[in-house]
């Protein structure tokens, strides 16, 4: 028989955060950056805890060094190549401590990873992705790749449940991606029927991960500035985002003019442009998981991040919190059935 939870799980359209007293007199007394020790590596980290997703039209060389400026995060694509990575950290060597390497779980990943890192000794942080991180292989993977990178920072996913958050945490892993499905270009659910409310799935994973001084990244389903606010407040330590960072000028790919209009593409990892990209076409076991759109041209990335950062220092102020890691202590969510007034329509970030 099958089992069916009938416990609710909720997204971040269905709640709010409630305000609370504060004694802040201002956003500006609000501190966004956070100092974070890591359980395997024992590296430390100092930063603004928002990631650009290594999607290769948002996790790009240029967006790394204008978010490195801010103090926020890139998880850079896994398809340059080690002398790609050498040429770029010869000249930004004070950007890597805001970046992670990414890799897949194949030998030739591995392989791929060993040279870069060879070549880039200054970065320290190592993104494993796939896309369903329930696999052994998966598990074992982890555990090779901290057997050759003893103290390298190890980001792992992606998951959903605590139990799996735990199972990776104890094999090297440092921070664990939370999220499968609610990427805005990614069809995962329409195709599988897998997922899991992401709100639930941060609350549930922090839980597991803070239990055994681990970490996770809320990955996918922001929508605007009040997402990344929800999901710290859910207990992300880091939050994540594709679509949010889309359309401007240091994503990959060129803009495109249409009906007198600019645009840019964007698409998921496991979408047919990005499969015929990188991989040749559509393997034919599998099927497409994530779609191709045209996003608005929105110029450079930099008022994009100042909007982004200036939202967090305002959900700070009204719950309370003069600093993001207390946002998890001073959050209350509300449940509600509708959150923004549309009556003009969705603006854009």
């Not at 850079?76 to 970046?99: C, R």
Request: net charge neutral.
């Amino acid at each position: 028989m099958p089992n069916i939870i009938n416990d609710i799980k909720l997204d971040f359209k269905d709640v709010l955060l409630r305000p609370k007293r504060s004694t802040l007199r201002s956003r500006s007394d609000v501190d966004l950056f956070r100092e974070i020790t890591f359980r395997n590596s024992k590296r430390t980290y100092r930063g603004i805890p928002v990631m650009a997703s290594n999607m290769d039209t948002v996790g790009t060389f240029e967006m790394a060094k204008a978010l490195a400026k801010h103090g926020v995060f890139t998880v850079v694509h896994k398809y340059y190549t080690p002398e790609e990575w050498k040429a770029f950290a010869a000249e930004n060597v004070d950007y890597l401590q805001h970046m992670a390497v990414c890799s897949g779980t194949s030998d030739n990943d591995f392989e791929r990873l060993k040279s870069i890192i060879a070549v880039v000794p200054g970065i320290s942080f190592i993104c494993l992705d796939v896309a369903n991180g329930y696999s052994q292989h998966f598990v074992e993977y982890v555990r090779k790749v901290r057997t050759e990178f003893p103290s390298h920072t190890i980001i792992a996913g992606n998951v959903v449940t605590g139990e799996m958050v735990e199972e990776l945490i104890l094999s090297g892993a440092d921070i664990i991606k939370v999220g499968i499905g609610p990427g805005s270009v990614c069809t995962t659910r329409m195709k599988t029927g897998v997922g899991y409310p992401q709100l639930s799935a941060v609350i549930e994973c922090a839980d597991a991960a803070h239990g055994l001084k681990g970490h996770i990244i809320s990955d996918g389903g922001c929508t605007c500035p009040g997402d990344l606010a929800k999901a710290f407040g859910a207990g992300a330590d880091f939050v994540m985002a594709g679509g949010m960072f889309a359309g401007h000028d240091e994503c990959g790919g060129e803009v495109i003019e249409k009906n007198g209009k600019k645009v840019k593409l964007f698409y998921g990892m496991s979408s047919n442009t990005a499969m015929a990209k990188h991989a040749g076409g559509v393997a034919e076991y599998r099927s497409s998981e994530g779609k191709t759109v045209e996003v608005p041209y929105r110029g450079p990335v930099d008022t994009t991040v100042l909007d982004i950062l200036g939202g967090l220092r305002s959900a700070c102020t009204y719950v309370g919190a003069s600093k993001i890691r207390e946002l998890p202590r001073r959050a209350t969510f509300i449940r509600c059935t509708q959150q923004l007034n549309n009556m003009y329509g969705s603006s854009e970030i």
